[in-house]
C-alpha cells in the first residue's frame, strides 16, 4: 500500500488543472474590464455552451489573443457553425478575458 502514495500524490496533481472551474477557465464579464458587457456576456454564453458541448470549458487565458484570432477561434467556428457575426461576439469575450487583469490567486 505505501508504494501507493506517491502515484496518488502524482495523479493528484496532474489532475488539478481539470479541478479549474468554469469561472476560472472563462472568467465572468463582471470580473471584465469593456466598455460592452452586454456582447462579452452573450460571448462568453456561446462559448460555455455552443463550444463546451464537444470538449468543455477551455481556458480562455491559456492562448494569446493572437492565437485566439489567427488560428484557434475561425477553425473552431467552423465546427460550431458560427455565423461571423457570433464569432466576432466570441472574439470581444475572448480579448477582453485576456486583456483584463487576471484575479488574484486565492
Ligand atoms: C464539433 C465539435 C467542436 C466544437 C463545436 C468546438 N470545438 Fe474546439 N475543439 C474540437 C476538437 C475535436 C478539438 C481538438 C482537435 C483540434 O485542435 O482541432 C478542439 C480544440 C479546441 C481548442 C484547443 C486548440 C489548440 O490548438 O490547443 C480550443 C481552445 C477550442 N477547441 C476552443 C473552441 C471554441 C472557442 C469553440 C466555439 C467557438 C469550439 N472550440 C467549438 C471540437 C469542437
Known amino acids: 500500500m505505501k508504494s501507493l502514495t506517491p ?3 502524482a495523479i493528484a496533481l496532474f489532475s488539478l488543472p481539470a479541478c479549474q472551474s468554469v469561472d476560472e477557465k472563462a472568467p465572468p464579464v463582471s470580473q471584465l474590464e469593456t466598455d460592452d458587457p ?8 456561446v462559448y460555455t455552451t455552443v463550444c463546451a ?6 481556458p480562455v487565458r491559456a492562448r494569446t489573443i493572437t492565437e485566439w484570432r489567427g488560428e484557434i477561434l475561425p477553425r473552431m467556428s467552423q465546427k460550431a457553425r458560427l455565423s461571423p457575426e457570433l464569432e466576432a461576439t466570441v472574439l470581444a469575450y475572448i480579448r477582453a478575458a485576456i486583456e483584463s487583469p487576471a484575479p488574484p490567486k486565492p
Request: charged residues 35%.
Open 7 to 9: 502515484a496518488v500524490a
Open 38 to 45: 452586454e456582447r462579452c456576456e452573450q460571448g462568453r454564453y
Open 53 to 58: 458541448d464537444c470538449h468543455g470549458v477551455k
